[in-house]
């Protein structure tokens, strides 16, 4: 379960069906009972107004964000779209990677997308999971990527793969003449705070389209906030379309691990019924936006450490829901009746019609 055994019974207030709501404070001070956990911070309309780091962690200090850098790419690849440098998500991969395809390639392989790459519905097998390792050591991770044999049809089912971003990083260092990194830093550079550190190359230069991304939790802040402003910096740049917000959150397939929709790069759920779009990277790297209250978390946590099989991702979950409850009160007032007038009066007089 990965809770300090002796902060267990403390670790039970996070239960949000069972205990009344807490104050942000609280609740975060409480969240120590979870171990792997290393930074919480909590911004409404951009401000932060409560965050936590957790032995020793820093909020500033650049973190590996795992699979949640899948959720960057996808941000990516719409800026390249609305500068022009890439047609749209129906534009074929094949064309735009016609010498990394295998000799005798799959026809199908002529029918993936732009878009079936952001939304995991590539159909080749995948090179997360148990594959990961055998993919990163081999001499040309784009070409093995594609040349993959196919477990689906182009479209199909969600086959969550590190593989078809990293096939995207491949693109857009094609298509702009430049590295992702390169790109980041520039299409980036208006967003406060915003930041990548260190980031993995494959054996061609290439950077890893979705992991092995350093940012600090801020920055994964930021990054959050330019989807829930609409794709607006602080100073008013416009850096993404609204278009594409609204695109990658369309459901496009379901988690068949956690049954959770799947957009470009976005995962969809909700908390005690508000809607939560949320990148995930393995261990527990969370940034979560509720657009109905204005909120965006980023939590971090141990990336060595598994997250959804040992039932940790689900305590995040918890810790998600306890958050919105407690911001979702505060909005509103407590009603106290006017202690002037006998409770024992009749109600007309102590709600008197005006």
Known sequence: MWIR?????????????????????????????????????????????????????????????????KTVMSALVGMA???????????????????????????RL?????????SMQAGLAPTSGANYGRWV??????????????EADPGGPMLYSTGSTHLLSAILTKVSGQSTLALARDWFAPLQDFGIGGWARDPQGIYLGGNEMAMSPRSLL??????????LAADGTRL???????????????SIHTGDAYGYGWFFREADGEDVRYAWGFGGQMLFIIPSLD??????????????????????NDLLTEIVVAVRNEDQPEIVENPAIPADKPSSMRNPQR
């Open 5 to 69: 055994p002796a902060l267990f019974s403390v670790f039970l207030a996070l239960a949000p069906a069972s205990v009344p709501a807490q104050d942000l404070a609280t609740i975060l001070d409480e969240a120590d009972a979870l171990e792997p956990l290393e930074v919480v911070i909590i911004a409404r309309n951009g401000e932060i107004i409560a965050e936590h780091g957790y032995d020793g962690n820093d909020p500033a200090t650049p973190t590996n964000i795992k699979s949640a850098s």
């Open 81 to 107: 779209i609305d500068k022009g440098m890439l047609e749209g998500v129906e534009q074929r991969v094949a064309d735009l990677l016609p010498d990394d395809l295998p000799e005798d390639a799959d026809p």
């Open 110 to 118: 002529n029918d993936i997308t732009i878009g079936h790459l952001l």
């Open 137 to 150: 050591v081999s001499r040309n991770w784009v070409r093995s990527a594609l040349a993959q044999d196919f």
């Open 222 to 231: 930021a990054f959050g906030e330019l989807y829930r402003t609409g794709g």
């Open 240 to 254: 993404l379309s609204q278009e594409w917000i609204d695109q990658s959150w369309m459901q496009r397939t379901r």
């Open 295 to 316: 909120l965006t978390i980023v939590m971090t946590s141990d990336e060595s450490l598994p997250a959804a099989a040992n039932g940790y991702l689900n305590h995040l």
